[in-house]
């Protein structure tokens, strides 16, 4: 079982940055892929970067250039680190793992609020 616990949102202005992390549970860590959503109001929850378990990583077209997801598996924590933020980032971001077998979890979520 994997419980997942985000961090670091916040409100911050235009052309800003914020470091989001993402705590995992379990002792399979390294084998998971872990992965970034996020959810602005009244729109679909879009996928936003991705890293797998041999840290091959893949980013939305909008996010390109501007955003880098890593991971930590000796913390068992994840990160998306978010520069030159813009007002269209705006919303609640949430961490995803995908055991090896192919099970799916969901964090609860971080506001980020981008000021113009």
């Known amino acids: 079982q994997v419980q997942l616990v985000e961090s670091g949102g916040g409100l911050v202005q235009a052309g800003g940055s914020l470091r989001l992390s993402c705590a995992a549970s379990g002792r399979v860590f390294s084998m998971n892929s872990m992965a970034w959503y996020r959810q602005a109001p009244g729109n679909q929850r879009e996928w936003v970067a991705g890293v797998s378990s041999g840290d091959s990583r893949n980013y939305a077209d909008s996010v390109k250039g501007r955003f880098t997801i890593s991971r930590d598996n000796a913390k068992t924590t994840s990160y998306l680190q978010m520069n030159s933020l813009k007002p269209e980032d705006t919303g609640v971001y949430y961490c995803?793992?995908?055991?090896?077998?192919?099970?799916?979890?969901w964090g609860q979520g971080t506001q980020v609020t981008v000021s113009s």
């Open positions: 995803r793992s995908i055991s090896s077998d192919g099970y799916v979890y």
